[in-house]
């Protein structure tokens, strides 16, 4: 089985995050990267699969070159292989997702695995985006994922706290959720392999944003509040203000 | 192009949502200030008996899309009929609530039409004829102001705008589709039902929410959480959670707020014992009134709460609910 899995590098979520002089993006000085957490179920389930069914797991992202470091985080904890379409842009998920499908045309591909949400755009739309470019169908938000004879078994998280259990045959594009699985750290034989990986790489193809920014802010200050009380005996007058003062309840 | 606004209605119990709702009156706002006609979609195996009633929501048209192609939710179904019916009213925007399925499909349904999405606005206006949509990124730490070249495909989030009361008599047009069940690729086999009656936190407008400090709920901590519960029932609230809650296994992680949980904007955000991560904070600082609880009274969560107790979740939760439930009988 060809898997390909998709991450994006991110801030880390201790960041804090300060718009750039540009007012468009975000100031990147101090901040710390790392692979966007729910792309990390998305790896360990494409290594999970092609230890158990056998054939190769490619790991493939798109930004600047310092994103090579994920890519071999990627490597050492079971991925065969790593690409990288190179941009030093801020792109937006149809952009980002363009580039992906123009490049997975390229390549075998039985799987496509994505992160159901990036914790920095939180657009939560690649994974459907490249679905679509390819002519691929899409189970989004796995919490648990089997392949058996060519055929996708997902469970996935629907409105109203509901889980579906889907089949989909296969190519097909899954998005996973936390509950998939636990993500492996690397083991020193993996750290090595990922050090000898050569990394492929090429020019990311992006086409224009479909929505552009216009303006970064940070979010509104909130008032400053106030301690109502302490302990148990505090609790009726806090009643009192919600209900008089910011009439809530 | 033209002025109208598409909205895709969501239903939940075989009815309109409420964020559905709170979507066209968003869309029904826009198009007024456009110009144009909001238009309400709706799509199900049943769902024709509702459509004139949409009118009184702000719709000034309703296209019922009805078979059986549409009675569970499919990615493939609903991202083709947006698409399709986006091209026939020449949509200028095309809106849906920003849930679980509107969050999956709308994205589809954007790409096939060569357009982005703006995911989980808070905001939408119009600035020199051109639609603004406003939507937190990394779980509201920043917000941005986004437009599109075309027509504007966005989710808008749940609790932030308001249901239209100013209503029309809707026009109701019937929607066929060349597509039929078989054409669906992915095929749900079986929905487990969440519990009966359980709030989404991403959908409610009180959420009571625990920490750490509540303790393990199979030992020490069960009274604790069992006081939660307690609370969120008496005041209609559901029930979150901190990441350091869901990684120990004590919540599912659909309860999780935070920058890698769900992002919420509830009316009323109560914190029991989460002292606020960077993380945490991002995700409900969203919130009109956020009310913290914590026995530290130098805890993070207090610079941002409108109201704190200092004191134990032990003693303060059940006396709170006590309160609440006193001024809600008065």
């Known amino acids: ?249 | 192009m033209s002025k109208n606004v598409l909205v895709y209605v969501e239903f939940a119990d075989d009815k309109p949502s409420k964020a559905g709702l709170q979507a066209l009156g968003a869309g029904c706002r826009l198009a007024r200030q456009l110009g144009g006609e909001a238009i309400a979609l709706i799509a199900g195996a049943d769902v024709a008996g509702h459509a004139a009633g949409l009118g009184a929501f702000g719709a000034s048209k309703v296209q019922v899309a009805q078979g059986e192609q549409f009675r569970v939710y499919s990615q493939d179904g609903l991202s083709r009929l947006l698409a399709q019916q986006a091209d026939a009213v020449q949509a200028v925007a095309v809106l849906t609530s920003a849930t679980p399925a509107g969050k999956d499909f709308m994205a589809r349904a954007a790409a096939s039409r060569k357009c982005g999405l703006a995911s989980d606005c808070t905001n939408l206006e119009v600035e020199g004829g051109k639609i603004v949509a406003t939507r937190p990124v990394f779980a509201g730490k920043a917000l941005v102001k986004v437009a599109a070249p075309g027509t504007l495909w966005a989710t808008l989030r749940p609790n932030v705008f308001a249901v239209e009361t100013a209503g029309f008599t809707a026009g109701i047009e019937p929607v066929s589709v060349t597509f039929g069940v078989g054409d669906l690729r992915a095929v749900v086999r079986e929905i487990v039902a969440g519990a009966k009656g359980k709030l989404d936190v991403a959908e409610a407008e009180i959420i009571v929410s625990g920490g750490r400090g509540l303790k393990d709920p199979a030992g020490e901590g069960k009274q604790n959480w069992d006081n939660l519960e307690k609370l969120a029932a008496t005041i209609g609230a559901a029930v979150g959670a901190s990441r350091a809650v869901v990684d120990a296994g004590w919540r599912p992680h659909g309860d999780q707020v935070g920058q890698t949980g769900k992002t919420v904007s509830p009316k009323l955000y109560i914190a029991c014992a989460i002292s606020g991560a960077i993380q945490h904070l991002a995700g409900m600082s969203g919130s009109k009134v956020i009310v913290a609880i914590n026995k530290d009274e130098t805890a993070p969560i207090f610079k941002i709460a409108d109201y704190g107790i200092v004191g134990n979740v032990e003693d303060v939760v059940p006396a709170l609910t006590a309160a609440f439930a006193e001024a809600l009988k008065a």
């Not at chain 1, 695995?113 to 899409?138: I, Y």
């Not at chain 1, 083991?187 to 224009?208: C, F, H, Q, R, Y």
């Not at chain 1, 920014?213 to 009726?236: H, N, Q, S, T």
């Open chain 1, 1 to 249: 089985m060809e898997i390909i899995v998709c991450i994006r590098r991110a801030p880390t979520t201790d960041a804090r995050i300060k718009p750039a002089a540009d007012g468009k993006n975000y100031d990147p000085a101090g901040i710390n990267f790392d692979i966007s957490e729910y792309d990390k179920f998305a790896l360990e389930a494409g290594i999970e699969l092609k230890e158990k069914h056998g054939g190769k797991a490619t790991v493939l992202s798109l930004g600047p070159s310092a994103v090579s470091k994920e890519l071999r985080t990627a490597i050492a904890m079971g991925c065969d292989a790593a690409s990288l379409l190179v941009s030093d842009g801020n792109h937006d998920s149809w952009a980002v997702a363009s580039a992906l499908a123009a490049k997975i045309k390229t390549m075998p591909h039985d799987l496509l695995l994505f992160g159901w949400n990036s914790v920095d755009s939180q657009s939560s739309a690649t994974g459907q985006m490249v679905a679509e470019l390819l002519g691929l169908a899409c189970v989004s938000v796995a919490v648990a994922l089997e392949v058996k004879d060519g055929v996708a078994h997902v469970e996935r998280l629907a409105s109203g706290g509901n889980r579906e259990r889907v089949v989909v045959k296969l190519p097909a594009v899954i998005t996973c959720q936390k509950g998939l699985n636990k993500p492996r750290q690397p083991n020193m034989k993996g750290l090595m392999n990922a050090k000898k990986t050569v990394i492929d790489e090429s020019p990311a193809n992006a086409p224009a944003d479909g929505v552009t920014v216009l303006r970064m802010d940070p979010p509104p200050p909130r008032p400053a509040g106030k301690i109502v009380g302490k302990g148990p005996e505090a609790a009726k007058a806090l009643v009192g203000l919600l209900r008089n003062e910011a009439k809530v309840i």
